[in-house]
DNA sequence: CTTCGCTTTTGACATAGGACAAATTTAGAT
DNA sequence: ATCTAAATTTGTCCTATGTCAAAAGCGAAG
């Protein structure tokens, strides 16, 4: 069964009912892609949003050079540029695969249109967003209050498998220190 | 007509047909605030969210003994716990009145049940999401990637009234920075 | 087993912004 | 106008983190 991983996902967030879920795959195609691909890039349309089924993302922003990493989203997740789904504008970051991915690709348009016909996907839209707006919010917070190393401790409990799949450098951008301050915090303490 | 700048603000986002506002108003009530009113407090239920139809407010979470504001909110905005209203956990943050407030008072119970049945409320309450999301996730990046002086330039110029009506403390721990450097900061260049 | 390239660690030094306290300004009350 | 409390600015010193560069470490390809 298509879509098996991602559905299980889906519906532990709302109840979701078989006409809707063949609603859905009606607009889902399975893509495959490797390592180190880009799957939105900035300043272009994509067009497409990914739900992952297995492998695993980042999202990145350039500024002035230098990446920062936004997000890692793993199986069971959904990539899309925000400025695209929500205001029909370029992407202004980036999504590359960091493992070899395997993805159900919907087009943004068919997105949009099963949130404004079908209730139960929209509902389920409005979970997600307020899931990802209360775990963005929180790490502002912490951004604001902790330190580098405790807010390195709490990624590495919240994220326990990322650290070893992929390098320094990403979680270093993402928590908002550079590479080698984050390399010192962690030689501390053990 | 009640909540007339509130519902014109909603429909900017998305259609409402009359019958729905009809839905909303059922559950609706005025209410006034004072100046300095607690409408949210941290490590409690409230109940309620509000639509501001005058006034303004400020989200705070208070770590260590500090205030942290975390958002400022004028006509046309909703507030709510977002603890409760998506987790039925006791909030964790305060929404205090900084001006004397008008707001239409729902129960979040009722908020819930709209959400679940009405789908252009749905609708709407996705693309509220959708935008606070995206202006949460801008500001993540301001903070990582601008030094002080320039994410206060750009809090200016997003917020262009707001530093005439409140204080600079407040406005400091929103960018995440000390008073002191804050009128520093603007005592610098003109 | 050696080599080449990538990743991580370490070192020396620089600096933005923090902490704390005092001085000054501003704005309500009387 | 005057007084008082609150808000803001300023001074001094301090620390966490950045910058830049060099040195280790490590893993895949020959």
Redesign the interface.
Known sequence: MPMEYVIKCMRTLCPLSDETVRELLDCVTLCKFPRKHLLVKADAFCRYAYFIEKGFTRSY?I??G?E?T?SFMGEGGIIFS??E???NKKSEEYVETLEEVEAYRIALSDLQRL??TN?EL??W??VI??????R??Q???E???LPAKERYEAFVSQFPNVMQRVNLALVA?YL?VTQSTLSRLRGMHE
């Open positions: 922003w500024v002035d230098e920062i936004t925000m400025d789904l929500y205001y949130w404004r209730h929209c509902y839209g409005l967003h307020q899931n990802e707006y209360r963005i919010h790490s502002h917070k951004r604001l209050s951008s908002g």
